[in-house]
């Protein structure tokens, strides 16, 4: 009789007709919907989260650098001395102000300013998607949109705001989760917030919390748009609730992640905050400054072709450049840095350069982020990217697999090659040195030894023309401008490397700054060097 009834049920669904039938399921509310809308009733009621319309908080703790590990694994970090935050739901703007010290962390790794020199302070801001930062002298600079989008979505990963943003979505849906190793259930919320006002997808943002049995907001993750990573994902864990007065509960503690990924080894710690002090209702809103609000959206994509020799061609106009080496029947670029626009940009700039020649090689000087966030561009051309070694697994698994990024879709992700089909030479890796050679143009690379910055950091050396390409050890000064007050450990073990090796260099062409003179930068490191032989730093 059962099984005759639901016979009945399916054939009346099918006269219904698809349109019918689509009413009706719309009218039946979503369980799932239902049982979110419950949870963050329950949820605000226990946190008090609606009452907050801003809050201050400050605290001390460690952050990381993300995207400038010394080797696969975690983060640098740095200590924080102070941390402030301020947030201001009803204008959506927020500011971040912190003082980095080095403390007893580790000086292996990047990141600017690292490691950090006696106390650094940063200033961040955010505004309805527009970010910019304001630097110790006082000026406010915008930052990168797809930066600005990452910062606004931050505001809505407190646990009141998360409460308040989730409240608002009629689609946020709550489904169970069971912890195994812990044997308990947790609510899962999940819901999406608009950011920004450009074309899609980076505007619209999918974020998820954890809630436990106490109806508390343990954990919150969602994803950052990265041009290495694609979809990073961001995870924070809000804990040490404690009553601040008026019925309110705030966490005192955050612990974050930044770019966990399950093909990459271990946790990336970005950031631990214990709060001391948090007001209530008492943040200000962040007026974007004027010069902010007036500029043009930053870009990468300013070039400026400067030929250092017959067929070699730095590409430069930004905050990091490449260089173009001609060859017979091709051509060898040297990093592909900061993100597709950029990578576009030179691109078309080395077509102009030397016509009707495929960019067959596209050279990695080392791992972090703003030195290969422009790769895929070149792998998507066809190019094959050359990197150290050490950085195989993570090349091929991660920064060169052709998967879709849902936040920042680029041309290897929507333009992917066939697996089994022609032009799988993506990636080559070497050991030590290796060299490209047509028996007239000639690239040798070879591997920093002893260098705190990076583990697998590559030098280029042309020896028909007597250049040198690094990245992040420093050069030549400046043309007429005295030498730097301190030498950094990162030229002193450059140097050493190149006494190693016996390069010739008559010049350097750094992927940042301007090129110049090798004897310019043998009369300002070779006395440090060879007063402190032995010494080992970060930078
Ligand atoms: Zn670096
Ligand atoms: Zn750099």
Not at 37 to 42: D, S, Y
Not at 180 to 207: M, S
Not at 239 to 263: C, E, Q, T, W
Not at 406 to 430: C, E, H, I, K, V
Request: one cysteine or more.
């Amino acid at each position: 009789m059962k099984h005759q009834l639901g016979m009945m049920l399916g054939i009346s669904a099918l006269m219904m007709g698809p349109a019918m039938a689509q009413q009706q399921a719309q009218q039946q509310p979503n369980p799932n919907q239902v049982a979110a809308k419950a949870l963050l009733q329950a949820a605000d009621k226990a946190m008090g989260a609606s009452y907050l319309k801003s809050w201050t908080s400050s605290g001390t703790g460690w952050m990381g650098y993300p995207g400038q590990q010394f080797a696969e694994g975690d983060l640098p970090r740095s200590d924080l001395k102070s941390f402030a935050e301020n947030v201001d739901l009803g204008s959506k703007s927020a500011s971040w102000q912190y003082t980095r010290v080095q403390g007893n962390n580790p000086l292996r790794g990047g990141g600017a300013g690292f490691p950090v020199q006696g106390e650094v302070n940063f200033k961040e801001f955010v505004n309805n998607g527009l970010g910019w930062n304001v630097n110790p002298q006082g000026q406010a600079a915008p930052i990168n949109p797809r930066d600005g989008a990452d910062r606004q979505l931050r505001l809505s990963l407190h646990p009141a705001s998360f409460i308040q943003a989730a409240l608002a979505d009629n689609n946020a849906a709550a489904t169970d989760r069971y912890f195994g190793r812990q044997n308990r259930t947790v609510k899962v919320v999940a819901f999406t917030i608009k950011v920004c006002d450009r074309p899609q997808p980076q505007c619209t943002r999918r974020v998820t919390g954890e809630f436990n049995s106490d109806n508390m907001l343990e954990r919150v993750v969602t994803w950052f748009a990265d041009p290495v990573l694609g979809d990073k994902m961001v995870e924070l864990r809000w804990s040490d609730y404690k009553d601040v007065g008026n019925s309110v509960k705030m966490p005192h503690r955050v612990h974050a992640h930044i770019g966990d990924h399950p093909l990459i080894q271990g946790g990336h710690n970005w950031m631990d905050v214990r709060f001391s002090e948090i007001k209530v209702n008492a943040g200000t809103a962040q007026a974007v400054p004027d010069n902010v609000r007036s500029a043009p959206p930053v870009t990468t994509s300013n070039v400026a072709a400067n030929k250092l020799a017959d067929g070699v061609v730095q590409i430069a106009g930004g905050s990091h450049h490449s260089v173009a080496v001609e060859f017979k029947d091709y051509v060898a670029v040297i990093e592909a840095p900061l993100d597709q626009q950029r990578s576009l940009a030179v691109i078309a700039e080395v077509k102009k350069q030397f016509p009707n020649k495929p960019i067959r090689y596209v050279i990695n000087t080392h791992n972090h982020f703003d030195h290969l966030g422009g790769l895929r561009t070149y792998v998507a051309e066809g190019a094959t990217a050359i990197t150290e070694d050490k950085n195989r697994e993570f090349f091929k698994n991660v920064v060169l697999a052709p998967q879709p990024r849902t936040l920042l879709p680029d041309r290897l992700s929507q333009r992917p090659f066939a697996p089994t089909g022609p032009g799988q030479l993506m990636l080559q890796t070497y050991t030590d040195s290796y060299t490209i050679s047509d028996g007239n143009q000639t690239i040798e690379l070879h591997t920093v030894q002893g260098l705190n910055h990076s583990d697998n950091m590559t030098i280029a050396y042309l020896p028909k023309q007597k250049i040198l390409v690094s990245a992040d050890m420093g050069g030549p000064p400046a043309a007429g401008s005295p030498p730097p007050a301190n030498i950094s450990n990162n030229m002193i073990v450059f140097y050493n490397n190149i006494k190693r090796l016996k390069l010739d260099v008559v010049t350097h062409a750094p992927i940042h700054g301007a090129p110049g003179p090798h004897a310019e930068f043998e009369r300002i490191v070779g006395p440090a060097a060879a007063r402190a032989p032995q010494q080992q730093g970060g930078g």
